[in-house]
């Protein structure tokens, strides 16, 4: 049985993973209409779905424990973005945000000795490991590739190979 104060933490992160699919959602329909970034908007479109199914595999966990699975409503997400550069920094900024907010989350399981919830989240533990990584490094590869058209258009090519390093 989850506590209430367990119960509450785990709907408000049910709702970061529901803004993490929009906010992906939205850079990939951002990236879909800029001319060549084909391999980014599926990046990002798959970024969308994984974050999604994050927040279903947290709805499922909380009523499966006796909880109740709260639906939030989410707030518009940034829509345009200045650069490609600054789509991504975003997403590692996002990333960084979510990882905060799963480590708060294993400290109050801790703190309530609530050892299933904990075990549960040692999974967004891991997940969030992979996120920061492939999200530093495709960062990375943008500062190094800078406006460069020919390695934009071999980031591009190449993004997809990311998805799923280290799963």
């Given at each position: 049985m989850l506590s209430n104060?367990?119960?509450?933490a785990l709907n408000k992160q049910?709702?970061?993973?529901?803004?993490s699919s929009q906010a992906y959602l939205a850079m990939a329909s951002w990236a879909e209409i800029q001319p060549g970034l084909?391999?980014?908007?599926?990046f990002f479109y798959q970024?969308?779905?994984e974050e999604r199914v994050h927040m279903l595999k947290l709805i499922r966990f909380i009523n499966e424990r006796g909880g109740f699975a709260t639906i939030p409503a989410l707030p518009q997400p940034m829509i345009t973005f200045q650069s490609l550069r600054r789509v991504f920094e975003e997403f590692l900024k996002h990333e960084l945000k979510?990882?905060?907010?799963?480590?708060?989350?294993?400290h109050l399981s801790l703190t309530e000795k609530d050892y299933a919830t904990h075990n549960f989240l040692q999974w967004y533990v891991n997940e969030?490991?992979?996120e920061e990584r492939t999200a530093r490094t495709l960062n990375d590869k943008l500062e190094l590739i800078g406006d460069d058209k020919s390695g934009l258009y071999l980031f591009d090519r190449d993004i997809l190979n990311f998805r799923g390093k280290g799963k």
């Open positions: 104060s367990i119960q509450e049910v709702q970061m993973e529901a803004e084909e391999g980014v908007t599926e970024q969308s779905d979510v990882s905060d907010s799963i480590n708060d989350l294993v969030q490991i992979e």
